[in-house]
Every structure is written in structure tokens, then in C-alpha cells.
């Protein structure tokens, strides 16, 4: 095909990796494919185990309503022995963290025996402030190398952590806190972004209040700002991490034992827990990450996201720590001080390997070339993406712009659920097309459905699914099985369900058309529209509200909501603006409604329902496609809406 970009031949020089061309991918497919036990426990031989698994998969999805399957149970290990006390010993002296704090140039690099201190020290601190083996800890925090220290720490001790990413408010934090019945809370006093404070302690203290299961908060001082303190349950970090001992000894783990829990937003209620595990889970990050990008032991390898998301787990902390690579860990924003902050970062730390979303691309890319190519990139050999769909002009861009063609994109595609990357190019070995994530990796076998459950073959458009598990994937929802096996497995029985739509092409690669469920994808952060929804209809004046999605050029997807208010009340901008505060407030500083539009009522099916379907249409502006309209309650109410955008919007 003409938009097929072959590998470049930098990519390729000096790679040392399994699968060089797309006949080593194919053998490498049917191999795990064929043999999938063998396959994977094969590639758990890559982590240090206390004592080795035998089994790979028990049980499945066809017996996913009785309980949970299970990968390498009767594996014994502690994870940060694969991910720091080996490099410890073999490579004591290589940088493990190199972090770049918000003002340009603040750098710290930890070695990994430096790591190991702080990973030791944290762990003794967290065990006397009375953190047990299967007791959750909740972490609120900036992008620190304690906030990866703390979630080693509490690996440590087989503790189950759960990061909550800092944007989040007061009530989405006690939300968390409340729902995995955290014992404990790291937070620090403030966080760092593009020039500005984050008030991390004060928010935490908002979330606590009242709350009592929480018995110790321990902060990290990142800035010395002034911070309120609760007596008795507050702790410095530098005053029991730094006084205790560096070493320590590991608890043993069992590989289905919960890592963490990392909790996402779905297409109804409130967000879920997804309990990712130890073995499993960094089987698979490490081995997806030594193999997408092509992972050398010279890489500076540089992943931008936060640790809040997946992301920043499975590909800043886990895969890369357990590979013994260099990761970096960046507190600012890429505007921060300018637009060339990201290419001013790959110059002076000659970073190889670039890892980023689409909505920084874009908005970069919107800046114009001279910030980037004022500043060397000739280290860089593979450029990833991920979190969104990425559009051809941003994926151009990328390849000419920032990599000079020189370097391979991996537009990796995966979720929360799925632990890792799942369809992806491999650096040195798969050709790529703008906008296609190409390829499943080895051991994954999508599918591709129609909306009856038919399986469609060849060139094909549907509802993608995976066939088989694989050892990354989510085992359940935190204290709610039953909403896991609803969410994924409901809809087609033997399978899991992604959520997304995908196109399959004749050569069968795979492009990701987007969410089919209601779960909208803004600038890469992931919110249902439920969430939203039920925030705007708490306001005294509005009667009902519906959020969907619109395509938006920087954002990926823009939030529009459509109104009803209460009989007899007004649009005003202040109540806009008292939308945007709840928002703020209910959920967090990214959820914000970029379009407002106030209606008389909202399209229903005679059942009630929302039609979501008629919404989206008119917020992209095609009010003329709107298709068939006769299930509606109302037919009337279309054209009363239709009426309402063409007059005042109240915007
Ligand atoms: O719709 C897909 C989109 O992001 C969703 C998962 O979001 P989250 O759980 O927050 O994880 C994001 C980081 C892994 C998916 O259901 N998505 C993710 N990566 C891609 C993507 N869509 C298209 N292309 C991608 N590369």
C-alpha cells in the first residue's frame, strides 16, 4: 500500500531484538498463540521469582462469572526484586530515575543502588506506620521519584497501592479512598506544573475530613510550602523515610497476589477499581516494553505520562524498572516554559526513546516547527503514542517533524483493563500507516464483532474484542466481580469486550475508530459521561442533563453538554461557570464541558432512554444526517432543539 512507511534503517541498525521483520512477528504470533502456557511463562522467566510458576492460564472467560482467572499461581515473588535489587547488584551505578522538575534543567538522577536505598527506607517506614502485606495505601502525588519510590515501597511490603492522579478533587479522592478502604495516604505538601503549585496536602486534608479509616498520612516536602497538620496522624517523610534503615527484607508474594488497584471510568456509575498482579502484570509490562520500543541498554528511555494513569505505571515505573532501563520522570507540562520544553528534554538528556500522547502532538505541532527543530533530536530512534487515536497529519508531523523520518512510531494501543500494550508496532520490525496501531503482539488475539456477536472475517469494521487472556489483564473490579464480568463479559459471552470500534484492513492491520460506549476521551483523560452528568443534574437549576462527545482538533474529543433546566429558570453565565466549579469539584480540574447548549428537552426512546446517537450528530454540526428518528418519544423535540441552536445558546 502507498501509505505503508517502511521501517527506517536507524531503527533497525544494532538490534538485538527477537523480532526483526514481520516473518519473526508471525512466528512469534503462532508460536504464543499455539502454545500460549508455554509462551508466557517463558517470558515470566525474564523477572527474578522466589520460586518459578509451572502453570500459566487456570480458568478463563468462559468461567470468568465464577471467579477471576489466574496466571502463574503457584509463582512466588516480590516484584521490586525484579525491578531494583537485581540492577542493584548488576548495574548499581546506572541511572534508574533521571528526573526533570518543572523548571528546566532541575534534574536528579538516582542510580539504581540509590533506588534501592530509598525503596528499602520507605518500605521500613511504611511497615512502622503499621502498612500490612494486602492493605491498600492510596497515593496523591506529583511526578516525584517518590511517588515511584512509595509505590515500590508499599511492592514492597505486598501492599496494594493505588495512585490517584493529581488533578483529581477532594470528592473524587475520598470517593477512591473510601471505596479500596485505604489505611494510609501519601501524598507531599504541594506538586510542581508549568510554574504553578498544586495543592496536593490541602486537598488530601479536604478528602479526610470525617474520614477515619485513614490512619497516617505521610507527606513528602516537595516545595516547603506551609501545609495544615492533623496531629497524630500526619508524618514527614523526611523525617521516618530518611531515618530508617536501607535494607530490607522483601515479603513474599504470591503472582495473583493484587499489585494495585487503579481506578477508570466506565460507561455507567461511578469509576472501578481494576485490580492489576504481581506476576502477571509485570511479566507483561516488561515484556511489552522490551519489545515495542526495541528496548537497548544504552536507551534514555522517556515516557510523558503521569503516574496517576496506567501509563505511568506499566511504562514509567514497572516495565521499564524491571527491565533495568533508564526512565525518565517529567514534573512539567510540554508548554512549560515554552513549546520546545519536550525537544529542550530529548536534547540534554539524549533521551532515544519518546513516549507521549496525541493531544501533545497536536497542540505542539500547532506551535509551529521552529521549537522543535531549534534543539537536537539526533539521539531519538522510536517515537510512541498512545492514550487516543492519533490522526495522520499529527502522526506526519511527528515522523517528519520531530523524528526527521529517521525514527519508528509505535502507535501503541491498550487500556487501563488490559495492564499493556496490545496492538502496536514493533520498533525494528513492523512497517507502519499513519493512523493505525497495525498489529496484536504476540499472545493477543483480537477480534473483530458486529453488534449481534458474529464474528467478522477479513477486511472488516466492529466491535473489538479480545479472544483469549493474556497474563496483564485486569482480574476484577476491587469488591465487585459481578461489575467486572458485567462491564466486559456481558456483552459477548467467552470474549472481552474493549469498548472501542476498530476498522481491520486487507492486510489486517488495525485502526481504532474510537469508544462505541459512552466513555469520552478528552486530551487522553478517560471520563464517563455518566460522572458528568450525574454532577450537572446536582445543581439546583437543572432538570437534566446529557454529555457527549465532539471531534476537537487539539483535544482529540471536546465535552458538550446539552441542558434542560427546571421550568421557569434562565440561562446565565453564571450558571455555565457554576457547572464548570462542580465540575471542578465533583470530579477535577480536567473535567471541564468545552460547549454548552441549553434545550428544551432531550431526545428519548419511548423506553426513556437518552439518545445519545441523535445528540452527537447535532453537537458535530450534522443536524442533517440525523437518520431515523422514529423511535423517538418525541419527534417534536428535535426540532425544538434544532430551533434552540440556531437561537441563543447561552455560550
Ligand atoms: O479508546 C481507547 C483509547 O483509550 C482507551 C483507554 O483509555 P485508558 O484506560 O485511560 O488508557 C489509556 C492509556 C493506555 C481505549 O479504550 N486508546 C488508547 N490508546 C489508543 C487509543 N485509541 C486509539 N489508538 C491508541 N493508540
Redesign the pocket.
Known sequence: MSDTVPVPARVREGSVSPIQDLNDWRRAWLQARNDPDGFWLEQARALRWRRLPSEGLVGGYDTVREGPFSWFHDGILNVTESCVDRHAEATPDKVAILWEGDAPGEVRRITYAELSAMVNRCANALARLGLKKGERAILYMGMVPEAAVAMLACARLGAVHSVVFGGFSAEALRDRVRDCGAELVITQDEGRRGGRSVPLKAVTDAALEGEHGVKKVLVFRRTGAKVGWTAHRDVWWHEVVDAASPEHEAVACGAEDPLFILY?SGSTGRPKGLVHTCGGYLTYASYTHRVVFDLRPDDVYACLADVG???GHSYIVYGPLANGATTLMFESTPLYPDAGRYWDVVERHKVTIFYTAPTAIRALAAQGDDFVTRHDRSSLRVLG??????NPDAWRWYFDVVGEGRCNIV???????TGGILIAPIAPATPTRPGS?TLPLPGVRPQLLDPDGRELRGPSQGLLCIAEPWPGQARTVWGDHARYVATYYAMFPGRYF???GCLRDADGYHW?T??VDDVL?VS?H?MGTAEFESALVGIEEIAEAAVVGYPHPVKGQGVFAWLVLQEGEECSQALLQRCQTTLRVRIGAHARVDRFQVVPGLPKTRSGKVMRRILRKLAEGRGDELGDVSTLADAEVVSAILSAISGDSCE
Open positions: 477508570t494513569w496506567i501509563t503514542t498512545v492514550g487516543e487515536p492519533i502507535d501503541t494501543w491498550w487500556q487501563t483493563e496501531a474493549t469498548g472501542d481504532i474510537g469508544r476521551n487522553g478517560r
